[in-house]
């Protein structure tokens, strides 16, 4: 068991120290180094973590070995029970969870609270396999059958980023543990917190010990996790370059991989667009979470005359307060990072409608406030290269036509969307742009359950997505067992 997160409010709460969860057994990590896990409101440390070694790792992988034989024996109604009675305990805990993800990451309390609902959904989810996940079977020439079994892979793992700390790692968990795998999760050493509440209400839903890992720490034990041979498949969520990095690390060692990246989303206006939904919509994507969502709107493509609605945007940013309507961003470092790309478009001429340079809180922490650059262009790293802060760069074209082609440049395609109100212009946007989730009036278009999460380009390296029944079948490989009785009259080849 670990000790209950006590916050009701953003006030500054400490937390016991992050550990790893191996066999059954709380304990910490093997490595000499401790990083402080840093409330990012507050620029203080609520807590710390160690990092793990290979050894940690190995011993994990073990354990989940050791657990895989019997747990993959459970019927699948059985496995997915217990993911029932963890749903129960989140909801149980919805209160605590959500002010844990929020003190931890930074985002509000309201941002918070819909991380969690959405990582309970992902629950949701994986508690439907028994229902969804049954084999397929067909006579394919008389007296002979075909049948796919969707068997699990054995011991599997996930590395997830810090603007998630609760949801990522449910995008993945259900489906392969309920799939019948055991499961080792590095979360990032940002948040490790949630990552340790969940290990905890799994223990306490019943879960045996092995099948869920956590092993706390950074690119040593992801290092360890890629060259682990006794790992059959490995996920991973957060930036382009460390997806590169694992992807190639993972597959040489013969597993599965699965490689979600970073973004550079074009949210595309023209003319016809409704003002109102529009701006209160592109504001909402490129300040919710303090922009730090691979969803977010980072690029806002003016087609012709649509001065209104950036007023409306300018208007509508300008007015949001840091604190109350939108958290902190996540590190010193982030905000110097986020600062440099704004500086720079100024100095190559973009003019900026709304600073959000600047800020200080209340109480300390790390503050941007959301920030729109004008007349950037696609050749500033603020117009190509992902920023993930509150800021939104505006690029002017004239033509739909060449908006999509300014889109289709880019090399990420994670997330697009467009704001219209013509079907038609709508589907030829839907028809063109290059990225795996797109919108029509909407910015950022997560596809809810049961349809699945990723993007396309260099926002994924890959196959298949991360949620939804592309989850299940990551983590699992079909059997296909052909099967004959009885002698055949009719002889053919497959006789
Ligand atoms: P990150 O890439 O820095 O870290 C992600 C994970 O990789 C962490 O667990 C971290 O410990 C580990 N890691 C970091 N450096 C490593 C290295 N050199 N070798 C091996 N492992 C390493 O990402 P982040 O800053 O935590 O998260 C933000 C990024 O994640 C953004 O780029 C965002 O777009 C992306 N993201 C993408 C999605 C998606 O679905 N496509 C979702 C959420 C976040």
Redesign the pocket.
């Known amino acids: 068991m670990t000790d209950r997160f006590p916050a009701n409010s953003y006030s500054f709460t400490e937390s016991p120290p992050a550990r790893n969860l191996i066999g059954g057994e709380w304990c910490d990590p093997g490595g000499s180094e401790r990083l402080e896990v840093i409330n990012p409101r507050h620029g203080r440390a609520m807590s710390s973590v160690g990092l793990s070694t290979a050894g940690d790792v190995a011993r994990a992988v073990e354990a989940a070995r050791a657990a895989f034989g019997g747990w993959s024996a459970w019927p699948v109604r059985e496995r997915a029970q217990i993911f029932y009675r963890a749903r129960e305990l989140m909801i149980r805990d919805l209160d605590e969870l959500t002010w844990l993800v929020s003190h931890e990451n930074g985002k509000t309390f309201d941002e918070a609270r819909a991380e969690v609902l959405k990582g309970i959904e992902c629950m949701e989810y994986g508690c439907s396999l028994p229902n969804l996940s049954a084999g397929e079977k067909l006579t394919v020439s008389r007296g002979v059958t075909c049948e796919v079994v969707h068997e699990p892979l054995g011991v599997v793992a996930g ?6 700390p609760f949801m ?1 790692p449910l995008w993945m968990i259900p489906q392969a543990i309920v799939g019948g795998n055991c499961f080792v999760l ?5 948040v490790p917190l949630s990552a340790v509440r969940l290990g905890a209400l799994f223990e306490e839903a019943g879960l045996p010990a092995g099948v869920f890992s956590l092993v706390q ?3 040593q034990a ?2 360890a996790l890629c060259d682990h041979e006794g790992i059959a498949a490995l996920a ?8 590169r ?2 992807y190639a690390r993972g597959a040489a060692s013969g597993k599965k991989v699965l490689c ?4 550079k989303n074009h949210l595309i206006v023209v003319p016809d667009a409704d003002p109102e939904l529009t701006a209160e919509n592109v504001v909402a994507s490129y300040t919710g979470c303090a922009g ?3 969803m977010a709107a980072s690029v806002l493509v003016a087609v012709g005359e649509v001065q209104h609605i950036i007023d409306e945007v300018a208007r509508r940013s300008a007015a949001l307060q840091t604190g109350t309507d939108m958290g902190p961003i996540v590190s010193e470092a982030a905000v110097r990072r986020i600062t440099g790309y704004i500086d720079q478009a100024e100095s190559m001429g973009a003019e900026v409608l709304v600073d959000g340079r600047g800020i200080q809180g209340d109480s300390g922490g790390y503050w941007i406030g959301p920030t729109l650059l004008d007349r950037v262009s696609p050749q500033m790293p603020a117009g190509c290269e ?1 920023i ?1 802060g509150p800021v939104l760069s505006i690029v002017r074209v004239d033509t739909l036509e060449q908006a999509l082609q300014l889109e289709n440049t880019n090399p990420y395609g ?1 997330a697009s969307a467009i704001y219209t109100t013509s079907g038609d212009v709508a589907a030829k946007a839907m028809s063109r742009v290059s990225a795996g989730m797109c919108g029509v009036n909407i910015g950022v278009p997560v596809p809810r359950e049961p349809f699945g ?3 396309w380009n260099d ?2 390296l890959g196959h298949g997505n ?1 949620t939804g029944y592309d989850g299940f079948r990551f983590w699992t490989r079909p059997r296909k067992i052909t099967t004959k009785w009885a002698l055949q009259s009719d002889q053919s080849w497959m006789s």
């Open positions: 590395v997830t980023p810090f603007n998630f990522v590095k979360p990032s050493e940002v720490g950074g690119r992801v290092e991973f969520v957060g930036s382009t370059r460390v997806a990095l694992v979600l990246g970073g973004a730090q969502r691979c992902e993930f994670n999460f990723g993007g926002s994924k991360i």
